[in-house]
């Protein structure tokens, strides 16, 4: 029996891992379905995680954290994790190599940003093509950059960049809009953001250093276009990782947001005693590192205690 399973080895798990284990508690395993560290191991940079003052790839800046959580006694399973569920009092965790059981549940296994699929993408992400404007709308400062989506995300994201960059062109498939009214007519009334609605990206271009800019339709006439753009941010939607959540009757083991995050109170609990999220994968996520990080450590000192309640 485990005293804490923690799953997903991204800035949020091995957070929850650093804490467990240094606040005296004995079984812990971490269980990662590849490399500990998840999502920002994929970017070429990070350089908004306060006191690291270097601009470190994303693989490197995550190394250590692993180094740290493991010399504390964090143990860790390279296994994917397919369902987690309540066994009496305590919990079941279902792998594809075996099952194991734990008086506690730290789950961060966070998400992924949709992608367009449109032609250049896979070439051009992270050397121009972002999906986080917090992350990289800073690198565009006094710049031109494209935003592709319609929904709320994507015009808060316009208006973000707005104060950045010296010009935002939007690009939606519809003229209507997903988002709230509200934030639609205040990007309207914005003098840097451009509209071009309805359009298609054909295709992402560029050249050795990155994007350059994209080839485009407008759908009521046909007509194609290129624009020369210095990056471009896509904005159509969230993948949460919340499938270990489905329980075999169809229900998830604690309450849900519609969107499919997990809710949780300031203390990472979910309703479920036990159990606690940490992460991307709660709702209102920040969707920064420094923040996973921060939960992950809440929802540690969060099991430490029920631990300690329920001996
Ligand atoms: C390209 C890119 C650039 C970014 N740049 C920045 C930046 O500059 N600054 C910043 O602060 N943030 C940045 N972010 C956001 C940041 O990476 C995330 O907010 C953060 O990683 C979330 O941490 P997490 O631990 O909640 O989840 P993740 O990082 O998503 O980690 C989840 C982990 O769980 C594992 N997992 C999932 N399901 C299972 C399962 N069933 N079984 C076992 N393991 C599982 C995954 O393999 C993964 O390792 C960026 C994100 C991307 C994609």
Same mark, same amino acid.
Request: charged letters at 25%; one cysteine or more; hydrophobic letters at 35%.
């Given at each position: 029996?485990?005293?804490?399973?923690?799953?997903?080895?991204?800035? !949020?798990?091995?957070?929850?891992?650093?804490?467990?284990?240094?606040?005296?508690?004995?079984?812990?395993?971490?269980?990662?379905?590849?490399?500990?560290? #998840?999502?920002?191991t994929g970017s070429?940079?990070?350089?908004?995680?306060?006191?690291?003052?270097?601009?470190?790839?994303?693989?490197?800046?995550?190394?250590?954290?692993?180094?740290?959580?493991?010399?504390?006694?964090?143990?860790?399973?390279?296994?994917?994790?397919?369902?987690?569920?309540?066994?009496?009092?305590?919990?079941?965790?279902?792998?594809?190599?075996?099952?194991?059981? +734990?008086?506690?549940?730290?789950?961060?296994?966070?998400?992924?940003?949709?992608?367009?699929?449109? !032609?250049?993408?896979?070439?051009?992400?992270?050397?121009?093509?972002?999906?986080?404007?917090?992350?990289?709308?800073?690198?565009?400062?006094?710049?031109?950059?494209?935003?592709?989506?319609?929904?709320?995300? +994507?015009?808060?994201?316009?208006?973000?960049?707005?104060?950045?960059?010296?010009?935002?062109?939007?690009?939606?498939?519809?003229?209507?809009?997903?988002?709230?009214?509200?934030?639609? +007519?205040?990007?309207?009334?914005?003098?840097?953001?451009?509209?071009?609605?309805?359009?298609?990206?054909?295709?992402?271009?560029?050249?050795?250093?990155?994007?350059?800019?994209?080839?485009?339709?407008?759908?009521?006439?046909?007509?194609?276009?290129?624009?020369?753009?210095?990056?471009?941010?896509?904005?159509?939607?969230?993948?949460?990782?919340?499938?270990?959540?489905?329980?075999?009757? #169809?229900?998830?083991?604690?309450?849900?947001?519609?969107f499919g995050e997990?809710?949780?109170?300031?203390?990472?609990?979910?309703?479920?005693? #036990?159990?606690?999220? !940490?992460?991307?994968?709660?709702?209102? !996520?920040?969707?920064?590192?420094?923040?996973?990080?921060?939960?992950?450590?809440?929802? +540690?000192?969060?099991?430490?205690?029920?631990?300690?309640?329920?001996?």
């Amino acid at each position: 029996m485990l005293d804490i399973a923690i799953i997903g080895g991204g800035p !949020a798990g091995l957070s929850a891992g650093l804490y467990t284990t240094r606040g005296g508690a004995k079984n812990v395993v971490m269980f990662e379905r590849g490399m500990p560290g #998840g999502q920002i191991t994929g970017s070429s940079e990070i350089e908004n995680y306060p006191g690291v003052k270097d601009v470190l790839s994303g693989f490197d800046f995550m190394q250590p954290w692993q180094e740290q959580c493991f010399r504390f006694g964090l143990k860790s399973e390279q296994v994917n994790v397919e369902r987690v569920a309540k066994k009496g009092e305590h919990f079941a965790i279902h792998t594809d190599n075996g099952d194991f059981e +734990a008086r506690a549940v730290i789950v961060c296994t966070g998400g992924s940003p949709k992608r367009s699929g449109v !032609a250049g993408e896979d070439k051009y992400y992270g050397r121009g093509i972002s999906t986080c404007a917090t992350c990289d709308g800073f690198f565009y400062k006094g710049q031109h950059v494209g935003v592709l989506g319609g929904g709320d995300t +994507a015009l808060e994201e316009a208006l973000y960049l707005s104060e950045i960059c010296e010009k935002v062109t939007l690009f939606h498939r519809r003229n209507e809009f997903r988002a709230a009214p509200v934030t639609v +007519a205040k990007a309207q009334s914005k003098e840097n953001i451009v509209f071009k609605t309805p359009t298609i990206i054909d295709e992402f271009l560029g050249d050795s250093k990155g994007l350059t800019g994209i080839r485009y339709t407008h759908k009521d006439t046909n007509q194609q276009e290129t624009l020369e753009l210095n990056g471009f941010f896509v904005f159509i939607g969230y993948d949460v990782n919340n499938q270990i959540l489905l329980q075999e009757d #169809g229900s998830f083991l604690c309450e849900m947001s519609k969107f499919g995050e997990v809710i949780v109170d300031l203390n990472m609990k979910t309703n479920v005693p #036990g159990l606690f999220v !940490a992460g991307d994968l709660r709702i209102d !996520a920040a969707k920064q590192v420094v923040c996973a990080a921060g939960d992950g450590a809440r929802a +540690a000192l969060s099991a430490l205690a029920y631990l300690e309640h329920h001996k």
